[in-house]
């Protein structure tokens, strides 16, 4: 167990706890004797089966009773847990509304908790609702959302990862083809160029590489000011626009409605692939899908990738004795007025807690995210509900607070006997929160204010507002 006393009178955030189930509140809309086909097979094609079915990325499928009838308790145990579906966000502090909720219900936790406690029965199979067809190739997620087929896809070169070797890095550039004016970009998504890829590929970035003489060139980033140097890796993360972010078991990145960002014709992709061995050769890039604002439909806003360090010593403030529980945090302040509308930690396998922490120009405080269960194989990516994206001051700061276990309690732990500093290697760690932010101006600034009650940070949702609000 793990805790911290954040200011602002949140109190103590145990990591490695879940919010408790209310069996009572939830008994009224939860069967009394849930079957698989009537009860828990809706909730699992609309939760589970994006990856647990023949050929996805979960190590088994759920589709049928026959598959899933001898995995029940462990599926119990990991719903009861919320541990699965992978959606690891603190349920009782900072933004609780987003965009992308993918996790269960209190009443869907509890109709197959009850499902397993009675005995996991099939029920009458005409109650089955029909089956999904299992995806046989790559598939865009936003596509499946409901977004339509991204409008252009850029695709890096494929790069051949041994059996046996050490981590590598495939960096190539490649051309945006198909861009013959400027365009703004609404959401983005990255995925391995084959089904093979997506056991080597760790994560990878699009950097958009920039003419040095366009005007926006000095734009990047203009909103964020940090320690700077050599040794600090939020420095070298933030140095260059990017469209996206991907590692181990993201989505997409959907940028709030009026907000997006430019890309211009002769404007290229610089990848940052990192890749590691899995006992096997194998063969992999990754794609880019790319989806547009209409012409005539441009954003107000432009969006920013930010990488909100949690080291604020730079990486030599990254000191992971063998067999410790250790911590560090990292400071940055918003040199311009500022809405954040996502959150995405990131860690290796040491990681295991992250809270993001806004410090006003007054001295007030405000938890904006906190993750207490983080999972290496699920970089979930949490997007803000768009009426519960926070807005900060000028002068705020982004205090990011990241927690790591080097113990053999931790699971991902490859050896808790190790010393871990910073580095990109898997077995190295480091600690961001990667948010896509947009900036206001004062005038811009004081509107948003008075939409909002005038008081910023989290907006304050109705009382009849449901816990989690899926958009």
């Not at 203009?222 to 972010?245: K, Q, T």
Request: charged share 20%; hydrophobic share 35%; glycine share 8%.
């Amino acid at each position: 167990m793990f805790g911290i006393t954040l200011r602002g009178g949140v109190g103590t955030l145990a990591v490695g706890a879940f919010v408790a189930l209310n069996a009572n509140s939830a008994s009224a809309e939860v069967p009394k004797t849930p079957t698989f086909s009537k009860d828990i097979a809706p909730i699992f094609q609309a939760k589970c089966q994006n990856c647990h079915e023949p050929g996805s990325i979960a190590p088994m499928s759920l589709r049928t009773f026959q598959e899933a009838r001898p995995w029940a308790r462990s599926i119990k145990s990991r719903v009861e847990s919320r541990q699965m579906p992978p959606w690891h966000i603190d349920r009782s502090v900072g933004v609780q509304h987003f965009k992308n909720d993918m996790s269960l219900s209190d009443e869907q936790v509890e109709t197959i908790v009850r499902w397993v406690d009675q005995g996991a029965a099939q029920g009458n199979p005409a109650d089955m609702p029909p089956l999904k067809p299992v995806a046989t190739s790559l598939f865009w997620q936003g596509e499946r959302d409901g977004y339509g087929a991204p409008d252009l896809i850029v695709k890096s070169p494929e790069y051949t990862m041994p059996a046996v070797s050490q981590d590598q890095w495939w960096r190539p550039a490649v051309d945006i083809e198909g861009l013959t004016e400027p365009r703004w970009v609404k959401m983005v998504e990255i995925r391995p160029s084959n089904i093979n890829g997506r056991k080597i590929l760790h994560h990878s970035i699009a950097h958009v590489v920039m003419d040095p003489n366009d005007v926006d060139a000095d734009s990047v980033n203009r909103g964020i000011g940090g320690r700077g140097g050599d040794d600090d890796p939020a420095a070298l993360v933030n140095a260059r626009p990017s469209l996206m972010e991907w590692a181990i078991g993201k989505g997409y990145d959907r940028y709030m409605d009026g907000t997006g960002k430019l890309i211009k014709p002769g404007q290229r992709i610089s990848w940052d692939q990192h890749v590691h061995a899995v006992g096997e050769a194998v063969t992999a890039g990754s794609e880019l899908g790319i989806w547009l604002y209409p012409k005539g439909q441009e954003p107000k806003y432009r969006s920013y990738l930010v990488g909100f360090t949690g080291l604020k010593e730079g990486a030599i403030g990254l000191d992971i004795p063998p067999n410790t529980i250790a911590h560090t945090e990292g400071f940055t302040v918003l040199k311009e007025n500022t809405v954040i509308t996502n959150f995405q930690p990131h860690f290796h396998l040491r990681g295991k807690a992250m809270t993001v922490e806004a410090i006003f120009p007054d001295g007030r405080t405000e938890v904006v995210s906190h993750v207490d269960n983080f999972n290496f194989n699920w970089m979930t990516n949490y997007i803000y509900a768009e009426n519960q994206a926070p807005v900060f001051p000028k002068g705020t700061i982004i205090h990011v607070i990241a927690f790591y276990d080097n113990t053999k309690a931790n699971k991902n732990n490859p050896d808790p006997e190790q010393w871990v500093g910073y580095g990109d290697r898997t077995v190295d760690e480091m600690a961001h929160a990667w948010m896509n932010v947009f900036y206001l101006n004062d005038a811009e600034y004081q509107e948003w204010l008075a939409k909002r009650g005038g008081k910023p940070g989290i907006p304050v949702m109705p009382s009849n507002t449901q816990q989690q609000q899926q958009q």
